[in-house]
């Protein structure tokens, strides 16, 4: 594990509230040179502790107004590899992230539709068609808030 400073820990928390930020002006707010601000980046980068940089949509005023997280509970009768059904989650577009967790399901998805009869349109015809797939149980997303990590 790579140590980390204040001024590491100040750098990741200024780039995760906004990644866009130029060394220049992330050093100016840190008390750092311009060199010296982009030598940490590169190092925490190298270091896979910066191991990229996100584009937030708004997938609201993209017209996807819905989102519903699924719990999906393989069936254990023809036992379809993990590795089968991750591969066809990931083709569906709808499908914004896939977890494998521990616990009632075996993954969690993300998944977004510009309404109610898109989702059940998504769930019915691409979802529930996939190998495996055993139980699923849904829950929409009333609202969210985002949070910075631990730093």
């Known amino acids: 594990m790579t140590e980390l400073d204040d001024i590491d820990r100040a750098l990741l928390r200024a780039?995760?509230?906004?990644?866009?930020q130029s060394?220049?002006?992330?050093?100016?707010?840190l008390g750092?040179?311009?060199?010296?601000?982009w030598r940490r980046i590169r190092r925490l980068?190298?270091?896979g502790i910066i191991s990229g940089r996100r584009l937030d949509l708004d997938h609201e005023k993209l017209g996807f107004g819905v989102t519903v997280f699924l719990?999906?509970?393989?069936?254990?009768k023809g036992r379809v590899?993990?590795?089968?059904?991750e591969r066809a989650v990931t083709a569906i577009p709808e499908v914004q992230t896939v977890?494998?967790?521990?616990?009632?399901?075996?993954?969690?998805?993300r998944v977004t539709a510009r309404d109610i009869a898109d989702f059940e349109r998504v769930l019915r015809r691409r979802i529930m068609t996939l190998p495996g797939v055993g139980d699923v149980e849904a829950n929409v997303?009333?609202?969210?808030e985002r949070r910075p990590g631990p730093l």
């Open 71 to 76: 719990g999906v509970k393989l069936a254990t």
């Open 141 to 144: 997303l009333l609202s969210e």
């Open 81 to 85: 590899s993990l590795e089968d059904f």
């Open 23 to 29: 060394a220049g002006a992330l050093g100016r707010e």
């Open 32 to 37: 750092l040179s311009q060199p010296a601000t």
């Open 99 to 109: 977890e494998h967790v521990l616990g009632m399901y075996d993954y969690r998805l």
């Open 15 to 20: 780039l995760a509230e906004d990644a866009t």
């Open 45 to 47: 980068t190298e270091a």
